[in-house]
């Protein structure tokens, strides 16, 4: 395989093809529980994973997503092609996030990106409710409980989030790393 992307060149990337700050949080969010869990899963790879997360939703400006939701992910595919990086395993990943482009997960890596996703989201919405609107308020229950809630957050896939025990990380220790790996950089994404 060609050289694997370090993330000053995930980063550049990103910030080449997306402009707005909430996209960019988020992306970084997705990264930082990558990582987090490439600690556990694939410790030789955490910063490639890392670039999984972080590139994630490459395309996010660029698709027309809202109009036809399977172009999410191949575009990101080709725009990473485009780009010179011709990364089957990082494409694959990045499409398997978003199913509904008719890429299902598949590996370690696609299962742990497409739980990922949401989950920075729905971390990011309980913080929000606390007064302080801080991670370091969050608690390990007060996730679990407003996952219970379907009215809340209710735009983070309940299904892909579980998507985690495919991995072999329990829906405990996922909520704990992605806490622990959001808090890292909490400064980072305004949380």
């Known amino acids: 395989m060609a050289e694997k992307m370090t993330h000053e060149?995930?980063?550049a990337l990103l910030r080449k093809y997306v402009k707005g700050e909430n996209y960019i949080t988020h992306s970084m969010a997705v990264e930082a529980i990558m990582k987090g869990l490439a600690k556990r899963l694939a410790p030789d790879?955490?910063?490639y994973w890392g670039c999984c997360g972080l590139l994630h939703d490459l395309d996010e400006e660029t698709c027309p997503w809202r109009d036809d939701i399977s172009t999410h992910g191949p575009t990101s595919a080709k725009i990473l092609k485009d780009e010179g990086w011709d990364d089957e395993v990082m494409a694959n990943a990045i499409m398997a996030h978003n199913p509904l482009?008719?890429?299902?997960?598949?590996?370690?890596?696609e299962y742990a990106l497409i739980a990922a996703d949401p989950m920075s989201g729905f971390v990011k919405a309980v913080a929000q409710i606390y007064p302080d609107k801080k991670l370091a308020s969050v608690k390990h229950k007060s996730v679990n409980?407003?996952?219970?809630?379907?009215?809340?957050?209710?735009?983070a896939n309940r299904q892909y989030l579980m998507e985690?025990?495919?991995t072999g990380i329990s829906w405990d220790e996922f909520i704990d790393i992605a806490l622990e790996s959001m808090l890292e950089i909490a400064d980072e994404i305004g949380l």
């Open 45 to 47: 790879d955490v910063e």
């Open 145 to 155: 409980k407003r996952f219970n809630e379907t009215r809340f957050a209710a735009g």
């Open 164 to 166: 985690i025990e495919k």
């Open 9 to 11: 060149q995930a980063d």
């Open 101 to 109: 482009c008719g890429k299902n997960p598949e590996t370690t890596l």
